[in-house]
């Protein structure tokens, strides 16, 4: 069995890009829970298809999958996720196959993240050069969504934080 990932660039240009003092956060497919343990929120989830080696005090996890949360509607002021984002014909390693564009998984969880957050809250994911970057952003566009984005240079790719503005009823 493969160990779970262990936190890499993309972890940590994920966590740098949260913000502070959130009252209610969810992270969907948290891994280690390494960003949730430096995350500074009230209450923090976790969630992954693959139970953590340790889940440290403080956060609470949930094996359940991503796609299917069984959170209530507007019970999270954040949610966030570094999701798989390689492209890939199928499904081998969870962690990184993030389906042919590589941003499938992420578009899931997305639209998993806006019926879980509250009105006005925040969501943040992480895609790659790598991941169909315009697919992600055409659907955003397409669902009304306020975004932005921040890019971090690595010397074999660049990462993308995207914040997300859970504006519900914008008609
Ligand atoms: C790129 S890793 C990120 C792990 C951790 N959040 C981090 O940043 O270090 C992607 C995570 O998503 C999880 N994952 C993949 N598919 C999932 C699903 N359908 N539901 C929940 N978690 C999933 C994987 O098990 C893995 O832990």
Redesign the pocket.
Known sequence: MKL?????E??FA??DSLPNNVSTAL?????????LAHLDAKYKVG????KPAIVSSGINFVL????KLPFRQNSFQLAF?????LPSKG?QD???DGGRGGVE?AL??LTQSLDVTKDGGQIFT?LSSFSDLSLFRKTLIELRLNFSEKRKRLFFEELDVFKIYARKNSG
Do not use: H
């Open positions: 779970e990932y262990a936190p890499a993309d972890t994920l966590l992270e969907i497919g948290c891994g280690s829970c390494f960003i969630c992954d298809i693959r359940c999958d991503g796609r996720f570094n999701p798989p984002y499904i969870p962690a990184v998984i899931l969880f992480l």
